[in-house]
């Protein structure tokens, strides 16, 4: 197990110190405030205009202590770099100096990660020579200066659940998962502790809800297995209580996960990232907040830990790979999401770790260029790890952004020295889509397996009780369902939202159909005027249908699309595969799902297997 944990100790950003050499020379941005919400792959503002995110990291709330002795002692820190339990360089440059200079350098927001531990630390922080008067202040107190800063100067900020514990991160440390030394309520709670904390202040523009989910030393954390270590679920969840009980404005950021398996030769082991989320995305009761994150260095790789010597795989890390690999690999991983329109998971991705050290050997420098190209030729926004670091003449942990001596003197990533500056320099210029993203189609899909999975907030949540409930968004209309899977896709193509304002839903479990489109079957049909917006199941066996009435007519002409023989959807594959492995119907964009037929027959066991299709 010794030699599991040391494998494991590189996990994700592990071994990822960061500091950057140069002197700030970039015009200043504009104020970044929220709500932001999503278009397709797209972040946006509320006028609909693209918004680029041009982030860094600025770690040390979530902790730098390595966890044991004096946390205070810099050897007893990463990198010897002492974070007093609050962001990083306080003790070098006054909390004004070190925001302008994140502005010089271009960027638009911050990633500010945090432990849960953070909330409730009453030890109060001492240390922080260059800005006296937080010396004294509970750690969250220091937080909250640091984001008002931030986002009076202008930026963004984009919280981050980092840790549980104030410690550095990430390896088998029991911070590996968001119930990793917490249950998963007590961290829920946090959350919304959280962004109803900065809810009147609209620089704070997201919830990055967990850094690197992995394994720990006995278990894997699962995407949609439905058990505690159920990561998909979970971030519903969290996602879920953040948009209804604190902050209905902030986008939710899921990172993948980040490793599973045990890493040696003999053993399976993986870095799935966001491969998981083809079959299986995240769907919200608020529609358009799901951003995705995944983290990349030259020092892991698909397969590789990022060890070195003892624990350490065969596997090729990012840094071994070729040009076209290296590309190939980070789009199976998770650029695909970005990139793949109009479907179920298209959503925006943003990259909130990556980083290099200015001493980095030729291997990585080579990454990194291809890294930056991939990211401009992408589009994708992104956090660089880490924003501030600490230096003396130059020497000490090269991969910040900014680093400051013992008198708070600068060594940039600009710097005319430093090898990374032009790419830095070349991808902070990079602007890809700029300026209105025209409205595109949205799609979302259901999932019922392991419980219900009701997206619906004027709809009542128990509304068919001891049944698996599959209900849409409210912006959002049913169009697909699955035989047997306990699937469902839900759209707001063509028409958008069609609820009537001022009514309630109405659950159909008799049948009132208005002609025989599924003969010999029961039809479950929704009356005149309303449209169907989930359904239930006991088992794998219809229950009943949840109609809305709608704010247009609804009397097109009809048509059944059965579920029961094979894939029976549109040939565009829009939507996507929402109910891997399972039979599906799928209405055509410009229909709406109208019922649901089904028999109880021994062989058709009450599946639904027949889906009424009119047009809009």
């Given amino acids: 197990m010794k030699l599991l944990a040391i494998a494991l100790l590189a996990i994700g950003m592990l071994a990822v110190p960061v500091i950057h050499d140069a002197q700030p020379a970039q015009a200043e941005p504009g ?68 925001i ?24 109060p922080v001492q240390g922080l020579t260059a800005n006296p008067e937080l010396n004294g202040l509970r750690p969250i107190e220091v937080f909250d200066r640091a984001v008002a800063a931030l986002t009076d100067a202008g930026l963004g900020v984009i919280l981050n659940n980092h840790t549980t514990s104030t410690l550095w991160c990430c390896a088998v ?25 900065y809810r009147g202040n609209p620089g704070v523009i997201g919830a990055d809800l967990r850094n690197e989910v992995r394994r720990d030393i006995w278990n894997n954390p699962n995407w949609g297995w439905g058990n505690d270590h159920d990561w998909h679920d979970a971030a519903q969840a969290a996602g879920d209580a953040i948009l ?18 045990i890493p040696t030769d003999l053993t399976w082991h993986k ?23 995944a983290h990349f260095y030259g020092y892991i790789g698909p397969k590789h830990t990022g060890a070195d010597g003892s624990g350490e795989t065969k596997d090729p890390r990012f840094r071994d790979l070729s040009r076209a690999e290296l590309f190939a690999s980070m789009n199976d991983l998770a650029g695909y999401v970005a990139t793949t329109p109009d479907r179920h998971f298209t959503a925006p991705v943003l990259i909130t770790e990556f980083g290099v050290g200015k001493d980095a050997g030729a291997a990585d420098q080579a990454w990194f260029a291809t890294m930056v190209d991939w990211l401009i ?13 600490f230096q003396q003449q130059d020497e000490g942990n090269q991969w910040g952004l900014l680093r400051y001596d013992t008198d708070g003197g600068l060594r940039g990533i600009t710097a005319a020295d430093d090898w990374r500056a032009p790419h830095f320099q070349r991808l902070m210029a990079a602007e890809g889509k700029a300026g209105q993203v025209a409205p595109v189609r949205t799609w979302s899909m259901l999932n019922g397996i392991h419980g219900d999975d009701n997206r619906s907030l004027r709809a009542a949540a128990d509304w068919d009780s001891g049944a698996h409930k599959l209900v849409c968004p409210d912006d959002q209309r049913l169009i697909g369902i699955s035989s047997k899977g306990q699937g469902g896709l839900c759209t707001d193509a063509t028409e958008g939202e069609l609820w009537q304002p001022g009514t309630t839903a109405v659950k159909v479990d008799s049948e009132q159909p208005t002609s025989d489109w599924a003969a010999g079957m029961t039809k479950y049909e929704c009356p005149a005027g309303q449209f169907m917006m989930g359904y239930s199941l006991r088992g794998n066996s219809m229950s009943a249908i949840l109609c809305a009435p709608s704010r247009t007519p609804l009397a097109g002409v009809g048509r059944t699309v059965w579920a029961d023989r094979g894939d029976n959807r549109p040939a565009s594959g829009e939507g996507g595969d929402y109910a891997h492995g399972y039979y599906k119907g799928q209405c055509d964009a410009d229909e709406y799902a109208a019922g649901i037929g089904f028999s109880n027959v021994f062989w058709r066991a009450g599946h639904p297997d027949a889906l009424y299709c009119r047009k809009l």
């Fill in 100 to 123: 302008g200079d994140f502005k010089a350098l271009g960027l638009n927001s911050i990633r500010m990660p945090f432990s849960n531990e953070m909330i409730s630390d009453n030890r």
């Fill in 173 to 197: 440390d029991g911070n590996e998962r968001w119930n990793s030394g917490q249950s998963r309520q007590e961290w829920i709670d946090d959350w919304t502790l959280m962004a109803a904390r």
């Fill in 244 to 261: 209804t009980a604190a902050n209905p404005d902030l986008l939710i950021i899921v990172e993948g996960i980040n490793w599973m398996g």
């Fill in 31 to 98: 104020t970044m405030k929220g709500p932001l919400s999503t278009r397709g792959r797209y972040i946006v503002d509320e006028g609909g205009n693209r918004v680029k995110v041009k982030s860094a990291n600025w770690h040390g709330s979530s902790g730098t202590w390595n966890g044991s002795g004096d946390d205070e002692d810099p050897a007893n820190n990463f990198a010897q770099e002492v974070g007093h339990r609050a962001p990083l360089g306080l003790d070098r440059a006054r909390m004004d100096k070190i």
């Fill in 271 to 293: 870095r799935p990232m966001l491969e998981p989320v083809r079959h299986l995305s995240a769907t919200l009761v608020r529609s358009h907040k799901v951003v995705y994150a």
């Fill in 377 to 389: 030729e992408h589009d994708l926004g992104f956090a660089y790890w880490p924003g501030v670091g």
